[in-house]
């Protein structure tokens, strides 16, 4: 039998890419390699899942064996890539050696994690997947104080969740708002201001310095000294994209596995996609620009060298005490900021010097106004 495509990875960017070439090619042989348990599920629905009443098993939509199923594929899970051998076409699980016609990267990002002094690191819990999530809900049964560390879009998405869910939730961030470098401060004050009046409090400036066990939950000191009792730590300081087994076996990387417009790598039959790619130039680590490469990718793997293009691409952040949709400036496009509305709605745009929109911030009952601004957004990738 020929060398199967390989896809590592069986998040929305595996798992889409699959679905997409098997729309074009039903015949050749598809291998999924994933080092966790490789079910189908919407990673955005993580940070929802309490006011959805939904623990993981709940927001799994698929088992692998259905998946491997429809796609007419084998799913490998709890297995591991240890190494990529690109001058034999070929890559290591252990002593393994598997071949491919086409490999694919959808291997996707880490958590970054922060040092922090104290006997509770155990305490610490990263939610970048279904499985951080089952442990996250099982450490989280019965009790009712969370600190937040990161008051970025995932931050504060799950600041918003667990207050729905009934938990006391602390934000701690090295940051002066809401979302920095993402949203103008008028709607991060807008947004901050929701989040508080489900509960949350806010810590901004300090970081954490150091988290102990103490009876039966936890003390946390922050570098300004302010002590918070918790039981929980929730950690969303960031995400790194997986770089490492790229480098070691050749692959040019820079903050993503570096992919040109038609997602190959610096070497022939390689290909990224997903929160690890860096696409000519841009790691983005949301859902549209995902499917965009998926089904670009999916052509070039049938046969039809296709490349990708981004148009406009807003996100719509899950903080629905105060609904927001953002739109920064591309890269390279600077402009001025005007500020209209008050309160919790809050119309923020940009525009450069001709006076074309180039990004927004829209919070409130100014998120209506969205579609009508995305059709004088520039693509971000045109
Ligand atoms: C809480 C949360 C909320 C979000 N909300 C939104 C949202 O509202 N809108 C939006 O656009 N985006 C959102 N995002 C971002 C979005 O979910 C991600 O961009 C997207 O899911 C990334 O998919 P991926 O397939 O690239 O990576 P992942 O889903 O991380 O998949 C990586 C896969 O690679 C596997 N893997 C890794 N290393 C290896 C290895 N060495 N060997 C084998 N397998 C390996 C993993 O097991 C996994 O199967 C959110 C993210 C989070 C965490």
């Known amino acids: ?6 896809i590592v990875g069986t998040g929305l960017a595996g798992y889409n890419l699959a679905k997409e070439f098997r729309k074009l090619d039903v015949d050749t042989p598809l291998l999924l390699i994933t080092a966790d348990d490789g079910r189908s599920y919407s990673k955005p629905m993580l940070s929802t899942g309490f006011a959805k009443n939904k623990d993981a098993d709940g927001l799994a939509m698929a088992e692998p064996g259905t998946m491997a199923e429809q796609l007419k594929a084998e799913v490998r899970t709890h297995t591991r890539i240890t190494g990529i051998d690109p001058a034999h076409k ?22 970054i994690r922060v040092p922090v002094e ?20 099982a450490a989280s049964a019965g ?17 918003n969740d667990l207050s729905a869910g009934g938990f006391q939730v602390e934000l701690v961030a090295p940051c002066e708002q809401v ?3 993402l949203i103008h401060p008028a709607a991060a004050t807008a947004v901050r201001a929701g989040l508080e009046s489900l509960g949350a409090r806010f810590h901004l400036g300090p970081v954490l310095a150091s988290l102990k066990h103490a009876g039966d939950g936890l003390e946390a000191i922050l570098s300004d000294g302010t002590r918070i009792e918790c039981d929980l730590v929730v950690s969303a300081v960031g995400l790194r994209p997986r770089t490492e087994l790229a480098a070691a076996a050749g692959l040019a990387v820079n903050r993503g596995v570096v992919v040109d417009r038609r997602l190959q790598t610096s070497h022939a039959n390689i290909y990224a996609l997903g929160d690890c790619a860096e696409v000519d130039g841009l790691n983005l680590l949301y859902v549209m620009p995902l499917m965009s490469c998926a089904r670009a990718l999916a052509q070039t793997l049938a046969g039809t060298p296709t490349e990708v293009n981004y148009g406009p691409m807003p996100v719509l952040v899950k903080t629905p ?15 001025e900021w005007t500020v209209e509305g008050s309160g919790a709605d ?10 074309r929109l180039i990004g927004y911030a829209l919070t409130g009952t100014a998120v209506q106004e969205k579609l009508a601004l995305n059709r004088e957004l520039p693509a971000l990738l045109a």
């Not at 039998?1 to 390989?6: D, E, F, G, Q, T």
């Not at 819990?125 to 279904?130: A, E, G, Q, T």
């Not at 809050?346 to 006076?355: E, F, M, P, T, Y």
């Open 1 to 6: 039998m020929s060398a199967p495509v390989v």
């Open 90 to 111: 070929r890559l290591w699980i252990g002593e393994e050696a598997v071949a491919y016609r086409d490999l694919v990267l959808a291997w996707g990002a880490d958590t």
């Open 118 to 137: 104290g006997d509770a690191q155990d305490a610490i819990f990263p939610i970048n997947d279904l499985e951080d999530y089952a442990r996250f809900r």
């Open 143 to 159: 009790k009712r104080r969370v600190l937040i560390l990161g008051a970025g879009l995932i931050g504060c998405e799950f600041a």
């Open 179 to 181: 979302m920095p470098g």
């Open 321 to 335: 005490v105060c609904p927001l949709v953002v739109s920064p400036p591309p890269r390279g496009l600077s402009g």
């Open 346 to 355: 809050i119309k923020a745009l940009c525009r450069d010097a001709a006076g």
